[in-house]
């Protein structure tokens, strides 16, 4: 499974409690909130699931994550149902990740293994990316 590695550090850390977020997804948010990671995760495993609307039945989208420390133990796990506006695989992916690195203190250092190779582009274009103003 593809990987990137990140650091948390104080402005990172800061820059994500700034995101804004829908009421909705925000809602869910919140009841998760409290969950605090160990300092000892070394590995968060992501994924998401998107299913199309079809004529029975509407769209569905579902993100999870779980925590591993550097012998594989699972430490822990999340899933959650997202709301299903503007449905896409690429949205259940990054929310399983947002959801994972929320629940992280600051100054982690841990490997994220996702399937998601759309997700890991966009990571290394735009985040691993030295400063650009084109991107502003």
Known sequence: MPMFNILLNNSSASDR???????LFKDRIDRIDDTILPLSVQS?????????????????MTSAW??????????????????????????????AV??????????SSISIHTDCSQLISLWTRFVDAPFSPKLL
């Not at 779980?66 to 992916?93: C, K, M, N, T």
């Not at 947002?98 to 100054?107: E, K, P, Q, R």
């Open 17 to 23: 409690k700034r995101i804004k977020l829908s009421p």
């Open 44 to 60: 968060l495993y992501t994924d998401g699931s998107f299913h199309p609307a079809n004529d029975s039945s509407p769209s569905s």
């Open 66 to 95: 779980i925590a591993l420390d550097d012998v594989g133990l699972v430490l822990e796990s999340s899933s959650i149902h997202l709301p299903s506006y503007f449905p896409s695989a690429l949205r259940s992916e990054i929310s």
């Open 98 to 107: 947002l959801l994972g690195l929320n629940a992280l203190f600051h100054d």
